[in-house]
């Protein structure tokens, strides 16, 4: 009689001999591992090698594994990558649930990306914005949206962190732009040491070779800029204290690793880990959001033009959208949310489990790896109804008002940013930006895909297991007629 339901075994597809079900995520994971939910149910087996994963499609199951069994899947499972990149999980975002994660985590929301430190940089976000805008000049010409867009973020996030832009003025903080490139490059791909238990101490495809000299190059990197932080520190206590205004995170940061009295102190390494982190989980992130979000907009000019219509009748004529604008945009919100909801920037995303557990009716082992496929989470008939349109509208409760339904992850059905203690500490940061530069890019220009008459966006998304276009995203903004914009041009 002991525990019947506890030796159900997970449905799982055929695995072939040594890859386990490696052949059946291709080209693009997330839509293959919805097709598996599909024919499997909503929880289900696979296996990476010889490495167990469940994987789940449902908002129920999620809800599951996120909120009721919150406690056994609070880690993150890491890579080969991971361990090199971070210098052994010295970082955030891979660290074991325990002291160190809770002292990091509760730095990241009362300092690093509270609402002080986003209050201190608006300036920051406004003037990057403003850069983003001054296009008048190249008025008709196809523009590569996608590069204007990675530059805004990562000069956002550079000047947050150490203080200056990572494009044009500086050839070190370009140099960092370049390197997390590498960086996303190298986790991205698929290395057989993580899966393969055979392969596990062998370098076959030469990514450990790569790897060591990308961190190795990161490292001194990184190591010049805390070196000028400190200088800068110096500086200032020998004159008159440091400044506020002028603390950026490495500064934050800083202060724990110097601090000897400090309760929890951060090596000097965890600062290096912290700031490579803001950079890959800070930048292509919500550039991706404002694409998928702007050609979603230019295929839909009925959206777009009503968004524009929101727009004038708040800010008006005379000056350019700002942050203060976005409580009182709910439409702007609204395609927002639809945006995140059709095109998460992280499609998948995982934890692993430190105790057994049972969900729907099944026994999952400790350390099993738990997939949760937001695509597919975003796409299920049973809370969206016809989940492949893009309508801002389903946000809406009429009147002006934006429905109650988030992306902060209390609603199962919608969870771009996770949910639960491992959630996204980069929420608040990411939609100031998307909202503001979205509106902004509205608010300034007209926008075409092409030369041609009803030229649409390809939105067919590129294999792999971020969220892409499979074919460039150019367009063409044509400035409206606004007074204000002479300013930019
Ligand atoms: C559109 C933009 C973004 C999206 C869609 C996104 C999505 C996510 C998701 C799905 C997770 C995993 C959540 C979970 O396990 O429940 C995550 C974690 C994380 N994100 Fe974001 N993110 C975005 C922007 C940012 C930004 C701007 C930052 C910081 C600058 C950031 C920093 C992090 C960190 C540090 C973690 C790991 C948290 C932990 O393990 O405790 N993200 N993000």
């Known amino acids: 009689k002991a525990f019947p339901s506890r030796k159900r075994l997970l449905p799982s597809p055929l ?14 994971p997330h839509k293959a591992l ?51 990149l ?44 403003e ?54 490059a190298l986790t991205g791909e698929f290395n057989l040491q993580d899966y393969i238990w ?24 990184m190591e010049e800029i805390l070196k000028e932080h400190e200088e800068t520190r110096k500086k200032q206590v020998s004159a008159c204290g440091p400044e506020a205004t002028t603390r950026d995170i490495v500064d934050i940061l800083l202060d724990f690793v110097e601090d000897e009295r400090a309760k929890q102190r951060l090596s000097r390494e965890g600062v290096k880990a912290f700031i490579l982190e803001m950079f890959t989980t800070g930048t292509g992130t919500s550039a991706g959001v404002i694409q998928w979000a702007l050609a979603e907009l230019i295929n839909h000019p009925a959206v777009l033009q009503r968004l524009q219509n929101e727009i004038d009748s708040v800010v008006g004529t005379g000056r350019l959208v ?22 998460p920037s992280g499609p998948l995303f995982t934890r692993e489990s430190t105790e057994e557990c049972t969900v729907g009716g099944y026994h999952i082992p400790a350390n099993t790896r738990l997939i949760i496929n937001v695509w597919a989470i975003g796409k299920d008939p049973n809370y969206w109804e016809e989940p492949l349109e893009f309508r801002p509208e389903r946000f809406m409760l009429g009147e002006g008002k ?56 390809d939105m067919t998304e590129a294999p792999g297991i971020t969220l892409t276009f499979a074919h460039p995203f ?11 914009l002479s300013v930019y041009a």
């Open 15 to 28: 695995a072939l001999p040594i890859i386990g079900h490696l052949h059946l995520l291709k080209p693009i």
């Open 34 to 84: 919805q097709r598996l939910s599909r024919r499997h149910g909503p929880i289900f087996r696979l296996s990476f090698g010889s490495v167990p994963f469940v994987v789940t499609s449902s908002p129920e199951t999620a809800r599951e594994f996120l909120r009721v069994h919150e406690g056994s899947f609070s880690n993150r499972p890491s890579t080969v990558a991971v361990r090199y």
């Open 86 to 129: 971070t210098y052994g999980a010295e970082d955030f975002s891979f660290a074991p649930y325990g002291p160190f994660w809770k002292f990091m985590k509760k730095l990241c929301m009362t300092e690093l990306l509270g609402t002080r430190t986003l209050e201190q940089f608006f300036p920051v976000r406004h003037e990057e914005v």
């Open 131 to 184: 850069t983003l805008i001054r296009w008048k000049s190249r008025e008709d010409k196809l523009i590569d949206i996608g590069e204007e867009l990675t530059r805004l973020a990562s000069n956002i996030i550079s000047r947050m962190t150490m203080g200056k832009r990572c494009s044009g003025t500086s050839a070190e903080a370009g140099e960092v732009r370049k390197m997390v490139d590498e960086v996303g």
């Open 198 to 221: 055979f392969c596990k101490n062998i370098d076959l495809q030469g990514l450990g070779k790569r790897l060591r000299d990308v961190q190795a190059r990161l490292d001194a990197m």
């Open 322 to 343: 700002e942050e203060s604008d976005i409580p009182s945009l709910p439409y702007l919100q609204a395609i927002v949310k639809e945006t995140l909801r059709l095109h």
């Open 402 to 457: 934006s429905s109650e339904v988030d992306v902060r992850g209390q609603y199962y059905q919608l969870l771009p940013f996770g949910s639960g203690r491992r959630s996204c500490p980069g929420v608040s940061l990411a939609l100031q930006v998307i909202q503001a530069a979205l509106a902004s890019l509205v608010q300034c220009f007209d926008w075409k895909a092409g030369t041609g008459k009803n030229c649409k966006v």
């Open 474 to 484: 150019v367009c063409i903004p044509v400035a409206r007629d606004l007074p204000f």
